[in-house]
């Protein structure tokens, strides 16, 4: 099995050298993930060149470069609980925002020509149930998108699904059409060149060690360097440490898994669809076929990381509930990731001190939400404010090691909920 991810092996690296010296920016970026670099992208847009970015290992090498490479509208947060918590004019501001960011994407991969497999076929909202009552959730949803969002998710019966996957799991689905998906990698590392090439300035290997308040703005230090700067974003993920102890304390590290199969031709007959494909479970598999007929397959949701070996085997099994006629599919990559997750499953993206931000906790739900935050951000670096809506979604503690416990706990719970709920367990 192999240790690196699929995405890694088909991405050349950048190799940038890390900050060395002293150095001065007008913003610096804490983090070489989508939020840093959409957030870069949204501040070159708009004039700002004055930028550096410093990531603490190789751009990407986060949740950005390792995810399902899944690009749809929403939040990790469910709509319902977005209405609910917000009204119906905020949350359909911010639904419509989600939209955008697809679309934000969609039209950065094609200006600066990245070359990362985008994959034009929407997303299939699975029914694992097919029963009535979750029939009936899914009417729900769909008339909730309509009504109070504006949002056409197209119904399919079982018999259309059984057209795009030969497989007895599954009921009806929703078809989300504006989404698409990509190999994540490529497009980080596309775009990060994209914006070099408009000015901004990348370290790689320089994890900031300390940040403190020097004069009006801000001195980074790193292992090797030190950035003086007037303005700066925090944008860490899930792995931030040593930092900012309220942003690291507001956000819980939860890993899922990702395994990739070789090519293989009963992919091409099994899944007759370029849709990227999940479920309606609350631990869901997310899956798609690649260009060149390999499955990619994530699923799971856990406070634990596990070994490559123990993920495909965990996955095996899953894909095989769902496709038993793969069962001579090889796997040939397996990996994790960490999702950085706030308590409210909302990202957090706001204003710490005068000239210091923050945005995390994207979720499981990241790809077109980064860009979302870039905007938002790079308008509110230049004075604007941000949206009053996202006050709601602040810095709530996560309690640690205790948080964590009582989030599996939550998981393990939700998992045994899908699994009473399932007829054919
Ligand atoms: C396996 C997996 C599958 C997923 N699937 C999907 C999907 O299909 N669709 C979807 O929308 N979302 C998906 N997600 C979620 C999505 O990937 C994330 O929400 C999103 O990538 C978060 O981006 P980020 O920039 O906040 O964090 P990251 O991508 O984690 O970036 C943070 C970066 O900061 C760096 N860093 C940390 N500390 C320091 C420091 N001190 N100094 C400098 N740099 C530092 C890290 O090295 C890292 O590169 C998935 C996530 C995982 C893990």
């Known amino acids: 099995m192999n240790e690196r991810s699929f995405y890694e092996e088909h991405a050349a690296p950048l190799a940038l050298p890390p900050l060395q010296g002293e150095h001065r920016a007008g913003v610096a970026i804490v983090g070489g993930g989508l939020a840093g670099l959409s957030t870069a992208a949204s501040l070159l847009a708009r004039g700002v060149r004055d930028l550096m970015l410093l990531e603490a290992e190789q751009l990407g090498s986060g949740a950005s470069g390792r995810n399902g490479g899944f690009v749809m509208e929403g939040f990790s947060l469910s ?17 419509g925002a989600s939209r955008d960011a697809v679309a934000l994407v969609r039209q950065r991969i094609v200006e600066h020509g990245i070359d990362c497999q985008r994959t034009e076929g929407g997303a299939l909202w699975l029914d694992w149930f097919d029963t009535p009552a979750s029939r009936q959730r899914m009417q729900a949803h769909a008339g909730l998108l309509r009504e109070r969002f504006g949002v056409e998710w197209d119904a399919l019966d079982r018999e259309q699904v059984r057209r795009w996957l030969d497989s007895p799991r599954y009921g009806g689905a929703l078809w989300e059409r504006g989404a698409f998906h990509f190999q994540p990698l490529r497009y980080v590392r596309g775009l990060a060149v ?3 090439s408009q000015g901004l300035r990348i370290c790689e290997a320089s994890p900031v060690r300390e940040l403190v308040q020097h004069g009006s703005g801000w001195r980074l230090q790193t292992g090797t360097g030190v950035l003086h700067a007037e303005q700066v974003l925090l944008a860490g993920g ?8 309220g942003v690291e304390r507001a956000r819980l590290p939860i890993a899922t898994y990702v395994v990739c199969s070789e090519p293989l031709a009963p992919v091409r007959q099994v899944i007759h669809t370029d849709a990227a494909l999940y479920d309606n479970r609350f631990a869901f598999d997310y899956y798609r076929r690649l260009q060149d007929g390999r499955i990619l397959w994530g699923g799971r949701i856990s406070i634990r990381e596990r070994r490559p070996e123990a993920i495909a085997a965990l996955l095996k099994r899953d894909l095989l509930r769902v496709f ?16 950085s997750y706030a308590r409210h499953e909302m990202p957090q993206v706001l204003q710490l001190r005068q000239g210091l ?6 979720g499981g739900h990241g790809m077109a939400p980064t860009a979302l935050a870039g905007e938002w951000l790079a308008d509110a670096l230049l004075g604007r ?41």
């Not at 949206?387 to 998992?415: H, K």
């Open 357 to 362: 931000w923050a945005a995390q906790g994207f």
């Open 238 to 245: 899930a792995t931030l440490r040593g930092v900012h102890a």
């Open 79 to 95: 709509p319902q609980a977005l209405l609910r918590q917000l009204g119906a004019e905020a949350a359909r501001s911010l639904y």
């Open 324 to 339: 038993p006629q793969l069962h001579d599919l090889r796997l040939t990559h397996a990996w994790g990731g960490l999702m």
């Open 194 to 196: 994209a914006l070099q």
């Open 385 to 425: 404010p941000l949206p009053q809506a996202l006050r709601r979604y602040g810095l709530q503690p996560v309690y640690g090691a205790a948080g964590l416990l009582a989030a599996q706990a939550r998981y393990s719970w939700a998992e045994l909920q899908d699994w009473l709920s399932d007829p054919r367990r």
